[in-house]
């Protein structure tokens, strides 16, 4: 029996291992901060300080459109993956909508590269593509990688990226995590692994500009992931502030801003606090949309998210931001609604800005 006993503990330690050099192998595990490749032409001009600066950030949800209710949209839905055709549907309907406002800055949130449900496409390249003549300068940056995850509705690869597009040069890239979702140690490791993808655009006089891109966790009252990642954006824009350096920050928070918690009813309002993490932002620097914006008497314009909810019938509530620099001056602002319900899940916060003037 005592052998009997060693062998099968031995068994057991050996399928142990097999299962852990496995998951390793198959999941991504990035360092805390890694330089990234951008692509960026010679010609591609520089900032000038005092210039006007018009910036774009949207979450285009893989390219799916509205037509489905997926299976982590909610408990109810069914969808696992939209067609190829409904891809390249949005695919047109994001060049279109970013060829016509032309900002010289693009944030994009949630394109996939390499994912079994978008048909391993990588968006990223297709969208640039369709805009080589207006950005010269991209860089991008992984939040969600695996070759394989064993949730049934996926049961394949995963590979999601936050891409930066710029009409301006762009001297370097770099990617720092945010803290991950908490959970046990097997299944962190094919959850996403959220990020700030941080742009380092050269000044004519010297300078730099750091744009950053970023997509946090999802609403989860449970846990505290939300609170940590904007700690840890917090002190990314403080440090950059104390250094003297102009910033601007796009990205889908998926956090609320002040005033709209009380108006979602109390199924949508479920996963979120009534006290807003993102307030360690807005206390300190400003904000598109502002806290009167989105919860003032216009607060209808200010709505960036739609979710995929059959019991919805438009846009609800404000997820996605614009902060920036005290140094850099807001000039106007707004949320693109009209021609864009039917493309994504969230609707694109487009802003214009004066960079700081040459001391």
Not at 262 to 286: F, G, V
């Amino acid at each position: 029996m005592t052998r009997l006993l060693r062998y099968t503990l031995l068994g057991l330690l050996i399928v142990i291992g097999l299962i852990t050099v496995m998951i390793y192998s198959l999941t991504w595990r990035p360092d805390a901060k890694e330089v990234l490749p951008v692509s960026c032409s010679a010609q591609a001009p520089s900032l000038v300080p005092g210039q006007a600066l018009k910036v774009m950030t949207w979450n285009v949800q893989y390219l799916a459109g509205k037509r489905y209710v997926f299976w982590n949209d909610l408990a109810a839905g069914t969808d696992e993956r939209p067609t190829a055709e409904d891809m390249a549907f949005s695919l047109d309907e994001v060049a279109r909508v970013i060829r016509d406002e032309q900002p010289d800055i693009v944030l994009l949130q949630e394109l996939d590269d390499g994912a079994k449900a978008s048909d391993y496409q990588h968006q990223f390249k297709l969208l640039q593509e369709r805009l080589a003549d207006l950005y010269p300068c991209g860089t991008s940056a992984f939040d969600w990688k695996a070759d394989f995850v064993p949730n049934p509705h996926i049961f394949g690869s995963v590979g999601r990226q936050l891409a930066t597009l710029s009409r301006y040069q762009i001297e370097h890239a770099e990617r720092l995590q945010l803290p991950i979702t908490s959970g046990n140690p097997l299944s962190r490791q094919f959850k996403p692994r959220d990020a700030l993808l941080v742009s380092y655009l050269p000044l004519s006089d010297g300078g730099q500009i750091a744009v950053l891109n970023t997509h946090l966790d999802r609403a989860n009252r449970a846990d505290n992931t939300l609170q940590n990642q904007v700690n840890a954006v917090a002190r990314t824009l403080d440090k950059l502030e104390s250094r003297g350096t102009p910033w601007l920050i796009g990205g889908d928070f998926n956090l609320l801003p002040l005033g709209q918690y009380r108006r979602l009813s109390d199924a949508q309002r479920a996963p979120y606090s009534a006290d807003s993490p993102l307030h360690l932002l807005w206390d300190k620097y400003p904000m598109i949309p502002t806290n009167n914006e989105a919860s003032g008497i216009d607060r209808e314009r200010w709505l960036t998210h739609y979710p995929n909810d059959p019991g919805l019938n438009g846009p609800d509530r404000t997820v996605d931001y614009l902060f920036y620099s005290p140094r850099i001056k807001r000039v106007e602002a707004m949320v693109r609604q009209d021609d864009t319900l039917r493309i994504s899940d969230h609707l694109p916060v487009i802003a214009r800005f004066l960079l700081p003037a040459a001391p």
